[in-house]
């Protein structure tokens, strides 16, 4: 069973569209990340969501925005959608007890026309 | 603050012989560590972490790693590469739990030769 999911894999899009990424978890964990990996590998955590509550929030544009309908999901809902935000986007989640052990999904690549 | 540094970008090995793949972190207080590893169009999976137990941490696919305070490292070993190892390899610090502040290395590119 898979344990952090993502959807859709592969999103191809024009400028200034509005997408969104979903994010799902089946682990029971309190809390969910968005992670951003370049062309060039390098992972930068955008968000994470605690039991619902936003507590790390970096300076990503506020074009991104994060939304969890619950504790298991995660979105990511970005807006007028620019060239540099072609990348692959990761959901992670982890419970509070372990060390802050991340479980990652399979990443969603973007590509903006 | 708290930053992490992986020496070398790509490393090259050939199969049957070690790996070391270095990590440098820097932190005010007592973190967690965590090595992942990415195979091609993949996502991340955990190889070990190092959470205040003991300072030799064994991991998944015969990897280890030692937490050395006094040279504030974190690298990455195996006695014995094999192609499936070829990936990249993301050294990762934390501060605290529930996802507080993460901070991954660069990444280091391990390349297997037959």
């Known amino acids: 069973d898979t344990a952090v999911s993502q959807t859709p894999k592969y999103l191809v899009t024009q400028m200034g569209n509005d997408k969104s990424i979903k994010c799902e978890q089946n682990?029971?964990?309190?809390?969910m990340y968005w992670y951003k990996q370049d062309s060039k590998k390098f992972l930068k955590i955008m968000f994470s969501?605690?039991?619902?509550?936003?507590?790390i929030n970096e300076t990503v544009p506020n074009r991104f925005s994060p939304k969890s309908p619950d504790k298991a999901h995660l979105n990511l809902h970005i807006n007028s959608l620019e060239l540099g935000d072609s990348a692959v986007y990761f959901c992670?989640?982890?419970?509070?007890?372990?060390?802050?052990?991340?479980?990652f999904g399979p990443g969603t690549r973007l590509t903006v026309l | 603050a708290q930053s992490v540094t992986q020496l070398d970008s790509h490393v090259s090995v050939s199969e049957g012989t070690p790996v070391l793949l270095r990590c440098n972190y820097s932190?005010?207080?007592?973190?967690?560590l965590f090595w992942y590893v990415q195979h091609p169009n993949k996502g991340l999976q955990l190889l070990l972490k190092?959470?205040?137990?003991?300072?030799l941490v064994k991991g998944i696919n015969g990897f280890e790693a030692e937490f050395k305070k006094s040279e504030t490292s974190f690298h990455l070993t195996k006695p014995s590469a094999h192609m499936s190892d070829a990936a990249e390899y993301f050294c990762?610090?934390?501060?605290?739990?529930?996802?507080?502040?993460?901070?991954f290395g660069a990444g280091t590119r391990l390349f297997v030769k037959a």
């Open positions: 992670a989640s982890s419970p509070l007890d372990s060390g802050n052990t991340q479980y």
């Open positions: 682990l029971g964990h309190d809390t």
């Open positions: 969501y605690n039991n619902k509550e936003l507590i």
């Open positions: 932190s005010s207080y007592s973190p967690s």
């Open positions: 190092y959470t205040s137990a003991a300072t």
């Open positions: 990762v610090v934390t501060k605290g739990t529930g996802g507080f502040k993460t901070i």
